[in-house]
């Protein structure tokens, strides 16, 4: 299969952890080499693999691979992303569902690059209309976890439907909502401090004492955004 090297040995065996039901078909299999795990892989009911995490001492390590078959039953790599001693760290790689091309691709060359799981993780979906790819998924890492903003973007990529804020993969601060119209879902901004949901009037008191949660402004109500410089560089490369 085109851009699949996988770092899980050959002279493995697969012991089953989780099958299908009610067929029983293997849904999660470890990878055992010399009665350690060395891997993890992931079945759908017909017996085709769709995720792989190589694993060394109980961590990730290694290259993980995600698969699609929508458009060839053997299979399509379209994510591939390297990891060390359990963090990402390397260039991530995303590829086309349709023809497997590299998608989004910095002077690194590949899709975005992870520093022992520290950077700006990034997710590009299809444009129907205009037929190429754009940005819509973007939150910031900070050692394995999710730390600081995540915004999820509309086709147009000046707005956003989806916002969330994280401190050490706690959600902390002001999660907002949009419909098709742009306006906000019923319910929002909802306001959390350390992962806990807490009144506008909480929220406002913690931040006095707390500078990571974000300040509340009325404008940031609106989908609109102004990104910072390295997730407007990701949106040029789209």
């Not at 910095?106 to 037929?131: A, P, S």
């Not at 009144?199 to 406002?204: A, F, G, H, N, V």
């Not at 404008?219 to 490369?237: G, S, T």
């Amino acid at each position: 299969m085109k851009h699949y090297r996988s770092s899980i040995p050959k002279a493995t065996r697969h012991r089953v952890i989780f099958t299908h039901e009610p067929s029983g078909k293997k849904h999660k299999v470890e990878c055992i080499l010399a009665r350690q795990m060395v891997g993890i892989r992931w079945f759908d009911e017909q017996g085709r693999m769709y995720s792989e995490y190589p694993m060394k001492d109980g961590l990730t390590h290694g290259t993980a691979f995600h698969f699609d078959f929508d458009f060839n039953n053997k299979g399509t790599v379209i994510f591939a992303e390297p990891y060390r001693k359990g963090l990402a760290h390397g260039i991530a790689e995303q590829y086309s569902e349709q023809d497997g091309t590299l998608i989004g691709t910095y002077y690194l060359i590949g899709t975005y690059y992870m520093k022992n799981g520290t950077g700006l993780d990034l997710w590009r979906c299809w444009n129907l209309e205009k037929k190429c790819y754009f940005l819509s998924e973007a939150r910031y890492v900070n050692a394995g976890k999710w730390h600081g903003f995540e915004w999820w973007l509309n086709e147009d990529q000046k707005t956003v439907h989806e916002e969330k804020h994280f401190w050490e993969n706690l959600q902390h601060g002001i999660a907002r909502k949009w419909n098709f119209s742009g306006k906000l879902k019923l319910g929002y901004p909802k306001y959390w401090v350390k992962d806990k949901q807490v009144s506008k009037k909480q929220y406002l008191r913690a931040r006095a004492g707390d500078s990571n949660l974000p300040p509340f402004r009325k404008a940031d109500n609106f989908p609109r955004r102004k990104f910072p410089p390295a997730v407007l560089a990701a949106i040029e490369l789209s």
